[in-house]
C-alpha cells in the first residue's frame, strides 16, 4: 500500500510531500550478520559496526496491512508499553558503503501480545540517522501474530532521494522463520541478550549514489593466530579458536558472544 505524504514536517531536511511512494529496491542484502545469534552479556563499544559490501543493497519486503503515515518522531517506543525491552543499532550506508546522515527510518511492529495499533501510535514512531549513519530505536521484542514469524517494519529515504525502501527485520532462532513465506535471513538482525533485555543490530545498505565521506576500509587486524574480540576480519581470514580452524565467511569486527561456533553466517570450521 503506497502512501503520498508522510511525517509532518519536523524533519532536518525532507517535508512530507518529499517522502513518496515507495519502490522497491531489489538486489541482495547486507546482512550485518546474516544467521548470527550470539548471546554474550556485553560487548565492547564500537563493534556493532560491520563492515559493508559495495554494490550489495538490503532487500525490499511487503509493507503489510498495517503501516500508517505520519507517525510521531521519537525513537523510543516503549512509554505505556509491556514486553522484553529491546534496543536496535545499526548504520546506514549508500551503495559505496558511505554512512548517510538524516536518513529517515519509519518504524512500526506488533505489540508483545502480537497486536497493531491501527488506531493510535503506539509502537510506532520515526527517526533520523546520525552523521555517521548510525541509528539506535528501543523498543519491545514484538509479538507474534497468525501467519508471521517475529519481525519489526521499517521504510527508509534518504534525503533528497525519490525512493523508499520498505522492510522488515527478523530474530534469530525463530521457529516460524522456517515457514513464514515472507521472511528472508538476509534480513536477519543479531541478536544478543542483555539483563533482561535483547540488543539487535542491522546495516541498511540503500540504493542511492550518496556524497558523503566513503567509509575506510578497515584493515585487517585479525588474521591467523586465535581468534579474539574487537578485530577485524577479512572474508577467507583463517582462525583457531578451542582447538579448531575456522575461515572467515563475511568481513566484519568480531565481538565477545560472536567466538566462531556461535556464529556460522561468519565462520565456517575448516
Ligand atoms: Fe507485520
Redesign the pocket.
Known amino acids: 500500500m503506497p502512501e503520498n505524504s508522510h511525517m509532518p514536517g519536523e524533519t532536518p531536511g525532507l517535508s512530507r510531500k518529499q517522502f513518496i511512494t515507495a519502490v522497491g529496491v531489489g538486489a541482495l542484502a547486507v546482512p550485518a550478520v546474516a544467521g548470527a545469534t550470539a548471546n554474550a552479556s556485553s560487548a565492547p563499544p564500537g563493534n556493532e559496526l560491520l563492515a559493508c559490501t559495495p554494490g550489495r543493497t538490503t532487500v525490499a519486503q511487503t509493507e ?3 503501516f500508517k503515515p505520519n507517525s510521531p518522531r521519537r525513537d523510543d517506543l516503549t512509554a505505556g508499553v509491556s514486553g522484553v525491552r529491546l534496543v536496535v543499532t545499526g548504520h546506514v550506508f549508500d551503495r559505496a558503503c558511505r554512512p548517510l546522515d538524516r536518513v529517515l527510518m519509519d518504524f ?3 505489540d508483545a501480545m502480537g497486536a ?1 495499533d491501527n488506531t493510535g501510535y503506539r509502537l510506532r514512531g520515526h527517526l533520523y540517522t546520525g552523521a555517521d549513519g548510525s541509528y539506535r530505536l528501543t523498543t519491545v521484542v ?1 509479538g507474534l ?1 497468525p501467519g ?1 514469524t517475529r ?3 521499517v521504510k527508509l529515504q534518504a534525503p533528497g532521494q525519490p525512493r523508499i525502501l520498505t522492510t ?1 527485520l527478523y530474530f534469530p532462532g525463530e521457529p516460524r522463520n522456517s515457514t513464514d513465506t515472507i521472511y528472508d535471513p538476509s534480513l536477519l538482525m543479531n541478536v544478543r541478550t542483555v539483563g533482561s533485555g535483547r540488543e539487535g543490530t542491522f546495516d541498511f545498505v540503500l540504493d542511492v549514489a550518496g556524497t558523503g565521506t566513503p567509509s575506510p576500509t578497515p584493515t585487517p587486524t585479525g588474521e591467523g593466530g586465535t581468534w579474539r574480540a574487537g578485530a577485524f576480519y577479512a572474508a577467507g581470514a583463517q582462525v583457531t579458536y578451542g582447538g579448531a580452524a575456522y575461515r572467515c565467511l563475511q568481513a566484519h569486527t568480531s565481538a565477545a558472544g560472536w567466538e566462531p561456533p556461535n556464529v556460522p553466517a561468519l565462520w565456517q570450521r575448516v
Open positions: 503489510g496491512p498495517y512500526w511492529q506488533a497493531y514484538p501474530y508471521r519481525h519489526i517494519h522488515q
